[in-house]
């Protein structure tokens, strides 16, 4: 037989972790996570509006996802990051060909598409985009990027 003080023991065991993982939700659910801010802007090609563009955020001491965003047919975008000096990624693809499932008859032409953007602008390791922003504030960042390196 169980006294209530070897129930109660045995249901904490039990209702712990959905206790912590409760709490963390709401940490998270209300903002206690790291601060985010807004930052907005537009990405440019070559002097034209970037559109369907991916930028992604990532912190520039830990490499970690902050946030991400797409452009919009003016190149526009509006991300919620993480506040402090962050790498920017900015890829885009295009369509360079279409080719069929050579397994199914008649089926419909799939698009090839590619990443177009150098890697000075593509690749987290290599990009030499960034932006700092700061807790509170709406920041503006815009890339004009350019094909060629001048």
């Known amino acids: 037989m169980w006294t209530n003080k070897q129930q109660s023991s045995s249901a904490w065991r039990l209702r712990r972790p959905i206790a912590l993982g409760l709490g963390v939700v709401c940490l998270v659910a209300t903002g206690c996570g790291p601060s985010q801010t807004l930052v907005t802007g537009t990405v440019t090609f070559d002097g034209q509006p970037?559109?369907?563009a991916g930028?992604?955020?990532h912190g520039s001491g830990t490499g970690g996802f902050t946030g991400h965003a797409f452009t919009d047919a003016n190149g526009q975008y509006r991300?919620?990051?993480a506040?402090?000096?962050l790498v920017v990624v900015i890829r885009a693809t295009?369509?360079?060909g279409t080719q069929k499932e050579p397994d199914i008859p008649g089926g419909t032409p799939?698009?090839?598409v590619e990443q177009f953007l150098p890697a000075r602008y593509s690749d987290r390791l290599k990009t030499e985009l960034g932006v700092t922003p700061v807790e509170g504030r709406v920041v503006t960042a815009d890339f004009a990027l350019n094909s060629d390196v001048k």
Request: net charge negative.
């Open 94 to 96: 295009k369509v360079v």
């Open 50 to 52: 970037l559109d369907q």
């Open 83 to 85: 506040a402090g000096p």
């Open 55 to 57: 930028l992604e955020f």
């Open 110 to 112: 799939e698009p090839i």
């Open 79 to 81: 991300a919620k990051v």
